[in-house]
């Protein structure tokens, strides 16, 4: 699978790694400009590493649920388009603004994901992909409520942490429930589990469905 444009392999460590062009945010080595994109600590760097079609590109429309503190959103901003980043904790939301003012394409904003109403003023339609990656109950219902902002082809890429979703369950359980409940307003292209990088997560490439 080719990477988006603006994504690259460096040597760091002896090996071939994934990496960006930007300020470093995290810590992480860099090498000249570019800078280690380190999917330990990133699972859409996870879904990169482990050759997901996930259909980025660079100069994409993005919008970022579950910023957190800018450490992957970061890295989709040095090569995507304009980039929203969501996040509803305030202090995480510090550290993104932080983050964002070396990148001119990285809006931060200070919303709960699950809400999109209070920010649909802000976040343009037909973005190009929706990254999910919010550790809460009730995700798939979040892909379904932002799903108005997506193009009729773009594409979802959503981290699912089965942990967040029901610790009563086992994660396989909790996966093909949350499948199911996707299905109603997405096509599945891709699943994977994160596990060489992340515990008990899975990642999911989906699609619009038509209304």
């Given at each position: 699978m080719?990477?988006?444009?603006?994504?690259?392999?460096?040597?760091?460590d002896?090996r071939e790694r994934?990496?960006?062009?930007?300020?470093?945010?995290?810590g992480?080595?860099?090498?000249?400009?570019?800078r280690?994109?380190?999917?330990g600590?990133?699972?859409?760097?996870?879904?990169?590493e482990?050759?997901?079609?996930?259909?980025?590109?660079?100069?994409?429309?993005?919008?970022?649920?579950?910023?957190?503190?800018g450490?992957?959103?970061?890295?989709v901003?040095?090569f995507?388009?304009?980039?929203?980043?969501?996040?509803?904790?305030?202090?995480?939301?510090?550290?993104?603004v932080?983050?964002?003012?070396?990148?001119?394409?990285?809006?931060?904003?200070?919303k709960?994901?699950?809400?999109?109403?209070?920010?649909?003023?802000?976040?343009?339609?037909?973005?190009?992909?929706?990254?999910?990656?919010?550790?809460?109950?009730?995700?798939?219902?979040?892909?379904?409520?932002?799903?108005?902002f997506?193009?009729?082809?773009?594409?979802?890429?959503?981290?699912?942490?089965?942990?967040?979703?029901d610790v009563t369950?086992?994660?396989?359980?909790?996966?093909e429930?949350?499948?199911?409940?996707?299905r109603?307003?997405?096509?599945?292209?891709?699943?994977?589990?994160?596990d060489?990088?992340?515990?008990?997560?899975?990642?999911?490439?989906?699609?619009?469905?038509?209304?």
């Amino acid at each position: 699978m080719s990477l988006p444009d603006g994504v690259e392999r460096r040597r760091f460590d002896g090996r071939e790694r994934l990496a960006t062009r930007g300020d470093p945010v995290y810590g992480e080595p860099t090498d000249g400009s570019w800078r280690l994109w380190d999917a330990g600590r990133s699972k859409l760097g996870a879904m990169l590493e482990l050759g997901l079609d996930t259909g980025l590109a660079g100069g994409d429309a993005v919008l970022y649920l579950g910023a957190a503190s800018g450490t992957t959103v970061s890295h989709v901003a040095d090569f995507a388009g304009p980039t929203y980043a969501v996040e509803f904790a305030p202090r995480p939301a510090r550290d993104l603004v932080d983050v964002a003012a070396t990148r001119p394409r990285l809006f931060p904003l200070l919303k709960d994901a699950r809400r999109p109403e209070t920010y649909a003023h802000v976040v343009e339609s037909d973005l190009d992909v929706l990254v999910q990656d919010v550790a809460t109950r009730g995700q798939a219902r979040v892909a379904a409520r932002n799903r108005r902002f997506l193009r009729p082809d773009g594409r979802l890429l959503a981290s699912i942490k089965a942990r967040s979703e029901d610790v009563t369950e086992t994660p396989e359980d909790v996966f093909e429930a949350v499948l199911d409940d996707l299905r109603e307003g997405y096509e599945i292209l891709e699943t994977t589990g994160l596990d060489r990088y992340h515990d008990d997560h899975l990642a999911v490439v989906a699609r619009p469905r038509d209304e």
